[in-house]
């Protein structure tokens, strides 16, 4: 166990929909960050947050955003779904000195 | 953005072989982490290698992070049916002083030890 929770754990919806995706990081992290694994891209990261604020952004989709509240949750909002976004979504969060990320056990969207 | 090749994508061998998996870049990276990951869940993180000719070792796999710090390497001796998963190495970048970076993954490498 990392000690990263996600919910929920599996998610089917149809397109069009708009879904919210839930971490709560390991207790102590500050940094949460976002990735999207599909079979044929692989793990792509999709956005970093650090105590409350934006750090950095991947290749994510002007439909998709994220936020991380005071208490260091965060969640990922995905709109206006299409059948491309099916994927896993695992949030990992992290602190230093050393950069390693510890990864949640993932949702899993199906958008049908 | 860096990219991450890992080698070979598949590994399927018989329990008690030796094999190794190859991460290369072409650019530098500050650290480099291995996961392995069972179909469905998330990444584990097995061992992080910061300084360039790093070697690591964990029960029976060993890690090494090249001299340039551009490229890894996993080992297993005597490999068995319980290693079976997918090997991702990762790549720190974009970090940003005490506040962590994204990762970039290679594609992975499935890994299969029959018994």
């Known amino acids: 166990d990392s000690g990263v929770t996600q919910t929920p754990k599996h998610l089917i919806t149809a397109t069009g929909q708009r879904v919210t995706l839930r971490c709560s990081p390991r207790?102590?992290?500050?940094?949460v960050y976002w990735y999207q694994q599909s079979l044929d891209q692989g793990l792509q990261f999709l956005i970093h947050y650090y105590n409350g604020e934006e750090r950095a952004k991947g290749n994510i989709l002007e439909r998709f955003s994220a936020q991380q509240f005071p208490d260091l949750h965060s969640e990922l909002n995905l709109s206006s779904l299409e059948l491309g976004d099916s994927a896993l979504y695992f949030c990992?969060?992290?602190?230093?000195?050393?950069?390693?990320?510890?990864f949640g056990p993932g949702t899993r969207l199906t958008v049908t | 953005t860096q990219l991450l090749e890992q080698s070979p994508q598949f590994l399927s061998i018989q329990e008690g072989e030796n094999l190794t998996v190859y991460c290369n870049s072409s650019s530098v990276f500050s650290s480099l982490q291995w996961y392995r990951q069972e179909p469905g869940e998330g990444p584990v993180l097995l061992v992080t290698v910061v300084t360039g000719g790093e070697v690591k070792k964990l029960k029976r796999l060993t890690f090494q992070f090249g001299d340039a710090r551009k490229d890894s390497s996993l080992h297993i001796t005597a490999a068995q049916p319980g290693d079976t998963g997918l090997y991702l190495c990762?790549?720190?970048?974009?970090?940003?002083?005490?506040?962590?970076?994204?990762?970039?993954f290679g594609q992975g490498t499935e890994l299969s030890v029959k018994p």
């Open positions: 990992a969060s992290g602190r230093q000195p050393t950069y390693e990320q510890y």
């Open positions: 990762a790549g720190a970048e974009g970090v940003i002083y005490n506040q962590g970076g994204k990762l970039i």
């Open positions: 207790s102590g992290d500050l940094s």
